[in-house]
């Protein structure tokens, strides 16, 4: 990171910080603000219907109480509070029409109000509980006020709206009381629990008032609550309260209230008037400083931002001072770095490269000054210094690693390539030798382990594995010869296709990389157990899985052996894992593939290897429909060890005298028109192996029968090895020149011989054939 972003994200990180805090503060006081004002609109909207309301219904309360009374005049006073109760209940049902708000409950009250007024004309069941429907409803009533309007979420807007509430339920004890006096009626009397109702009421609202409502009252509102209060309404008020409560007389049958009791219904028309007067005071006065709150918060908002703004102008100011002078400092500074790092060190590490020696002088030395800029200066010199001997000694050692893989890969190649043919030779010449040729195939099996390992090390150096292949290869036949590389391969059973080829190019490195997991796989799995090779066409190309029934591994194994897989890791690791190269190894041809190879445990318990090679290095296979079924091959150590087309070529272009023909003439027919020619045999029975430089295919041999060994001659006659050249089966007899040959009679003794020594190898290539002939249609 620039030393510029540098200074710039420190300016940068507690801006927005500052930002952040400013817009969440922001965004709280406009939501604030807009509460308020959603609170005072729908105050003004809806609170006078709503007081009206809960007026009307303690009218309406009181009249009804007075008619199940029998008191005189009561039912025209009943219609007509009715008549207002309804008239109230629709404006506030045409008003309420806010879901979010909680004026649904009120709404649900009011649709019972007719069941009840029928309870009160047939003066069916109990007043007491006719006349608490009404009190539910104006404690709905007074609930809507104290959720809705209350502002709870500021201090100063609660502590001015208490009184306001407190009023409310004041007023609803005061009315309380004036029903339970109606309900007297003419006779004076009360029951036991109207009267208890009375002294509960009683008790209430003068708490109210002491407690909740005068301490809390601003200047006027608590001078106009001081008039009401010493009216002579009000103390007639108080003196019937007071002669109810110690003047009564109880009765056998409930409670004779005092002859008093009959100036109550003038006063407190009276004074309820002038209460209900407070009530608005109070509720405008809320609702006043309620929109002011919202203008104020609105306000600060404002100024927060323009704070914040001249606060964040503030910080870009200092960030562009400072940055310019310590980038003014460091000018000097960074033009002499960059000529080191550009021109000077590039061509240090160039000639070290190249083996040449550095003069020292050249490099920057340390000056030793102790200022800020000279220390800075010190360090990038002895920074590099330090990247000079780093690429000195990764010089030394990389070119005296390819040197040294260079010629014990050269020496090593060349032992090998003599081995094989030698044993090519022997093959030949003592092919009849049943042991002997065992033995053989013993020695060619580990010589070719040789050379896989010698491939190994030319990998692991970074060189590349010569590909002699100038045709594509069949899937069947890659799986062949990556399992002739093994040296058990006769546990190996394979699944392959014939409707696939490999392009040239990937054949070698293929074969290769499936070789060494076939080569792990046998080698951490029981003797006697198979390892099955499987290939099939997915979405993204091919996958060949390789699994085996060795012994189970942990989890943690498998993630340690995938990121081998993974990632090429560097000599060091290398050297302190030099018995387990074979996955680095794979690892390496996977990249250049493009291919993905990862290791899991498999259904038997042991591990599954699954490689999945990219489309992009498939090809059709001539000749072969799309889709078809998997064959499966079990490898068979026999000279014609599938019957499958290699063979048949063999056969056409090898001397009729010298190659053996199976017992059973019943077998398949070899598919034809194949263009990507099979791995072939030697004459002995072993697969044909590679050769690391290809050789030009040879003309089309004549179609004559070539001559076969006198019968003098002490072994059978038998064919020689084919070339070592990949995609050809063509033998070495049919690529010189030929002179007119004679028919020479045919020995008749060596079909016996050859097929005495070869009685085990028959007997495998019998199974093949009936495997074949079963999964013919």
């Not at 608490?132 to 809507?144: C, N, P, R």
């Not at 201090?155 to 009381?177: D, G, W």
């Amino acid at each position: 990171m620039r030393l510029r972003t540098l200074l710039i994200w420190l300016a940068v990180v507690p801006t927005v910080a500052m930002g952040t805090q400013v817009t969440l503060t922001a965004d709280r006081l406009l939501e604030q603000s807009a509460r308020l004002r959603a609170d005072v609109e729908a105050a003004e909207r809806i609170g006078a219907p709503l007081y009206t309301l809960m007026v009307d219904m303690q009218a309406e309360r009181t009249a009804t109480a007075a008619q199940w009374a029998g008191t005189e005049g009561a039912e025209g006073e009943l219609r007509v509070r009715r008549a207002a109760t309804d008239s109230a209940a629709a404006e506030f049902g045409r008003l309420a029409d806010d879901p979010s708000r909680s004026f649904a409950e009120v709404t649900r009250q009011l649709e019972k109000l007719a069941a009840h007024r029928q309870r009160a004309d047939t003066r069916s069941g109990a007043a007491d509980s006719t006349l608490a429907y009404y009190s539910e409803v104006i404690g709905k009533v007074i609930q809507v006020y104290q959720q809705e309007f209350s502002h709870a979420e500021d201090a100063e807007l609660a502590q001015a709206s208490r009184p306001v509430v407190s009023m409310l339920q004041a007023t609803e004890m005061v009315a309380r009381e004036d029903t339970v006096l109606a309900l007297a009626g003419p006779s004076g009397e009360l029951g036991f629990v109207g009267y208890d109702q009375f002294v509960s009421s009683l008790g209430a609202q003068r708490y109210l008032h002491e407690a909740l409502i005068v301490p809390h009252l601003a200047e006027g509102d608590e001078r106009f609550y001081e008039r009401v209060v010493g009216s002579a309404d009000w103390q007639t008020k108080t003196r019937i309260e007071n002669a109810v409560l110690s003047g009564h007389q109880d009765t056998v049958s409930g409670i004779r209230v005092p002859a008093e009791v009959g100036d109550w219904k003038s006063a407190h028309a009276n004074f309820s008037v002038q209460m209900t007067t407070l009530n608005i005071d109070l509720a405008r006065s809320v609702l006043t400083r309620g929109e002011a709150k919202a203008a104020q918060l609105q306000t600060e908002v404002a100024w927060l931002i323009a704070g914040s703004g001249g606060g964040l102008l503030a910080v870009v100011i200092v960030v562009v001072l400072t940055t310019r002078s310590v980038l003014r400092r460091l000018r000097e500074l960074h033009e002499r770095t960059v000529t080191v790092a550009e021109e000077t060190l590039p061509d240090v590490v160039a000639r070290l490269q190249r083996g040449q020696t550095v003069d020292p002088e050249a490099l920057p030395a340390v000056s030793g000054d102790r200022d800020e800029v000279g220390r800075i200066s010190d360090a990038f010199a002895r920074a590099v210094a330090v990247s000079v001997d780093g690429h000195r000694r990764l010089a030394a050692e990389r070119h005296g690693f390819g040197l040294f893989a260079s010629g014990i890969a050269s020496r090593t190649g060349n032992l090998v390539s003599r081995q094989l043919s030698l044993t090519e030779d022997i093959q030949d010449t003592f092919g009849h030798d049943e042991a002997l040729l065992a033995q053989l195939m013993r020695s060619d099996q580990l010589t070719v382990g040789m050379r896989r390992q010698i491939e190994n090390l030319l990998i692991l150096a970074g060189g590349e594995v010569p590909d002699p292949h100038t045709e594509p290869m069949r899937v069947a036949d890659l799986l062949r010869e990556a399992a002739a590389e093994v040296e058990d391969f006769r546990r190996i059973e394979r699944q392959a296709l014939d409707e696939t080829s490999v392009e040239p190019s990937a054949v070698s490195r293929i074969s290769h990389l499936l070789a060494e997991l076939l080569d792990n796989a046998t080698r951490f799995s029981p003797p006697k157990s198979k390892v099955v090779i499987r290939a099939e066409l997915v979405a993204d190309g091919l996958t060949v899985e390789i699994e085996d029934r060795g012994p189970r591994v942990s989890p943690e194994r498998y993630e340690e052996m995938n990121g081998r897989l993974h990632q090429a890791p560097p000599y060091s690791v290398l050297a302190q894992n030099a018995h387990r190269l074979g996955l680095f190894v794979v690892g390496h041809l996977a990249d250049q593939l493009g291919a993905t190879v990862t290791l899991r445990r498999s259904v038997y318990g042991g591990t599954c290897a699954v490689v999945v090679l990219p489309a992009e290095l498939l090809l059709p296979t001539a000749g072969e429909a799309p889709g078809g079924p998997a064959r499966r091959e079990p490898v068979v150590p026999a000279p014609a060890a599938e019957p499958d087309s290699a063979a048949a070529e063999s056969a056409a272009d090898a001397p009729a005298a010298d190659v053996p023909v199976p017992s059973d003439p019943g077998g398949p027919v070899p598919a034809e028109g194949r263009e990507p020619g099979p791995v072939v045999h030697t004459s002995a029975g072993l697969p044909s192996r590679r050769t690391k430089t290809p050789r030009p295919a040879p003309a089309a041999a004549p179609a004559a029968v070539p001559a076969v060994r006198p019968a003098a001659a002490a072994a059978p006659a038998r064919p020689a090895l084919p070339e070592r050249v990949p995609q050809t089966h063509l033998a070495d007899q049919l690529r010189a020149p030929h002179a007119p040959e004679t028919r020479v009679p045919q020995d008749t003794a060596t079909p016996e011989e050859v097929a005495d020594a070869w009685a085990d190898y028959e007997q495998g290539t019998q199974t093949v054939e009936e495997e074949l002939r079963r999964d013919q249609p």
